[in-house]
């Protein structure tokens, strides 16, 4: 869905319960900095890197609020770390993934064909440019809204579970409990500028690659590649 029509835009807008008043806004924030890349001239000028930065601190105090009047039980350190569990990459992509934003994405061919559209830092970075552009538009009770309905319920189980415990530890507890062995991180790729830098790592557990991972610096991609050698576990 490279040339997406305003239509389907206005059906997922609808879809997600979401009134708006620039249009404009949220098709930027569906708006990968490559399809810029790939359509110089055509008047196309804004992707969604901006917004994400503005989502991306509006999340963080909508659920550092949240998570403050909700949790007084907890000190500071813990509330940090459910936070971070709640709006790390993988969270955020299962989210967007979720609501489909994905679909929606203008991406160039070649992102598109390498699987753009299921790349959790993109997945991820669209959801966080997409609440920038609801407060932009709407402002901040309903970027509020959008998390509570959408994201906020994810923080009850998070809690449950200790989920929030670092998944390179749990992975390691796990590997050695159950095979006597450590698990091995290994990079495989690293592509873009240096202000922007994509990095893919693998984890293995003796010889079996057990999850690869994705992550703007390496800690962030062997974690995303320990919570789905985690996931993958009984498999």
Do not use: C
């Not at 359509?39 to 601190?57: C, P, V």
């Not at 963080?60 to 039980?73: A, D, G, N, R």
């Amino acid at each position: 869905m490279s040339n997406i029509e305003e239509p389907n835009l206005f059906q997922l807008l609808t879809d997600l319960g979401l009134e708006y008043k620039d249009i404009q806004l949220y098709k930027t924030a569906l708006t990968h900095r490559s399809y810029i890349n790939e359509n110089l001239g055509k008047n196309i000028t804004q992707h969604n890197e901006r917004l994400e930065f503005l989502g991306d601190a509006v999340l963080e105090l909508i659920i550092t609020e949240y998570l403050f009047h909700k949790y007084p039980e907890f000190k500071e350190g813990e509330l940090t770390s459910f936070r971070s569990a709640t709006v790390k990459t993988t969270s955020l992509a299962e989210t967007s993934k979720q609501l489909g934003l994905g679909e929606y994405l203008f991406l160039s061919r070649g992102e598109e064909k390498t699987g753009g559209r299921e790349r959790p830092y993109i997945l991820a970075n669209t959801f966080e440019a997409f609440l920038g552009a609801i407060f932009i538009d709407q402002g901040l009770s309903s970027a509020k809204g959008f998390l509570e309905k959408y994201l906020i319920p994810k923080i009850e189980n998070i809690i449950k579970n200790r989920s929030d415990i670092d998944s390179k530890s749990k992975l390691q507890e796990l590997a050695q409990d159950q095979m006597g062995i450590t698990p091995q991180y290994f990079l495989i790729s690293e592509e873009g500028p240096d202000h922007d830098k994509l990095f893919k790592m693998s984890v293995k557990i003796g010889t079996k690659t057990f999850g690869t991972g994705e992550g703007h610096n390496k800690q962030e991609a062997e974690s995303n590649a320990a919570q789905e050698a985690i996931n993958n576990w009984k498999k």
